[in-house]
Nanobody, 119 residues
């Protein structure tokens, strides 16, 4: 199993970035996909979620209206489009895949990609 994030970098406040996560080693379409972030000195928080079967999405309040999560099951990829970025969005962003059958829970993580919002 492998999750590889890309697309992070340095951007000015108000700018945009698009994060990508390439998945391999599992049946991607069956898994919920999530983006988390962790800022220095803070706990890791879930930013956005997209369900595997229904495609339903969820966003934490601080990014609603600015971030959009999407997935391409044919390419085994999940994306996070981030607009109107703010300095407080600065963090390491992690891709996560999750699925439970009730008997077994699979929880996979990427290595993270740094996003820095600064002028």
């Amino acid at each position: 199993v492998q999750l590889v994030e890309s697309g992070g970098g340095l951007v000015q406040p108000g700018g945009s970035l698009r994060l990508s996560c390439t998945a391999s080693g599992f049946t991607f379409s069956l898994y919920d996909m999530n983006w988390y972030r962790q800022a220095p000195g803070k706990e890791r928080e879930e930013v956005a979620h997209i369900a595997g079967i229904t495609g339903d999405t969820f966003y934490t309040d601080s990014v609603k209206g600015r971030f959009t999560i999407s997935r391409d099951n044919a390419k085994n990829m999940v994306y996070l489009q981030m607009n109107s970025l703010r300095p407080e969005d600065t963090a390491v962003y992690y891709c996560n895949s999750w699925r439970t059958t009730g008997i077994q829970t699979d929880d996979y993580w990427g290595q993270g990609t740094q996003v820095t919002v600064s002028s």
